[in-house]
């Protein structure tokens, strides 16, 4: 009888691109694959240490002389609620929470377009396919939540208004992916969800949740300095970020370690 054991994952780097973020930067990202045998255990394990999931890839970012992108999440039983969020949360007290194997639907890729066409047509994802965004959604091997709100129209039918694609890890929700209807501004859709997320990982009895990065002097990102309770992966530590309109994304200037030692570095899940 022939035993085998999971084969230790493989790391690698990606080519150097333009920096989605900051002008005039240059992207470059660690990552490695999961499978439905280390996927679990490896994506707990790495989400703590600034990791983050796309399809079937962990990955984070591993730029020579830029270290600002900054993982970023909430410490949920720490969180409170500003009056600007009070207002989010009534404004879409009507909105029906369900959840959903994570599994894609035409209704979502409508959504999805929309969204896309309105808010980042510039991006990569703008020309996706049916088949690419099922494939975003789909290749997952851990546990994965798609978390549709949907608003009832007068005719009692309802109609989808924002999707989040959440995994569910041992410590606390991750936010891979999120999208809403564009044309609805006022009801600050985006927030919504990261609220809405805090109270459901609360109901779950998990500590954090995990909102991706964060990039000082990023507009896109700006959003994510405005949750109370956050915390910030720097220098290999979780750090509450106490005054964050300080921080200056020139003062991280990337990691002093190759990218070899940086992955020897890694802990990993204990039966690698």
């Known amino acids: ?5 999971p ?10 691109q333009p920096c989605p ?11 490695t694959g999961l499978n439905e045998i280390n996927g679990e255990a490896l994506n707990n ?14 990955y ?20 409170r609620l500003s009056k600007s969020q009070k207002r989010i949360l009534n404004k879409n007290s009507n909105l029906i929470r369900g959840y959903h194997s994570a599994l894609a639907t035409d209704e979502q890729y409508d959504l999805f377009n929309k969204y896309l066409n309105k808010r980042h047509s510039d991006g990569g994802m703008s020309e996706m396919t049916i088949f690419e965004y099922s494939s975003m959604l789909e290749e997952t091997p851990i546990n994965t939540k798609i978390v549709e709100y949907h608003s009832k129209t007068k005719n009692g039918r309802h109609k989808l208004n924002c999707v989040s694609l959440t995994d569910v890890l041992d410590d606390g929700l991750s936010m891979v992916y999120s999208f809403f209807n564009p044309e609805l501004t006022k009801l600050s859709l985006g927030k919504f969800m990261i609220l809405d997320h805090i109270n459901i990982a609360q109901e779950m009895n998990l500590k954090y949740l995990y909102l991706g990065y964060w990039v000082p002097g990023s ?34 200037k990337g990691s002093e370690y190759s990218i070899l ?12």
């Open 1 to 5: 009888m022939k035993h085998s054991l």
């Open 7 to 16: 084969l230790a994952p493989q790391f690698y780097v990606t080519a150097p």
């Open 21 to 31: 973020y900051l002008n005039n930067r240059i992207e470059r990202k660690l990552f």
């Open 45 to 58: 394990t790495l989400s703590s240490q600034g990791f983050r999931r796309s399809q079937n890839v962990l």
């Open 60 to 79: 984070r970012p591993a730029c020579v002389g830029c270290s600002a992108c900054i993982s970023a999440r909430i410490r949920v039983n720490n969180f």
């Open 219 to 252: 507009k896109k990102m700006d959003y994510k300095s405005k949750f109370s309770a956050l915390e910030l992966y720097i220098e290999g530590e979780w750090k509450f970020a106490s005054d964050i309109s300080k921080i200056d994304a020139n003062e991280f």
């Open 261 to 272: 030692e940086q992955v020897s570095q890694l802990p990993l899940p204990p039966k690698y």
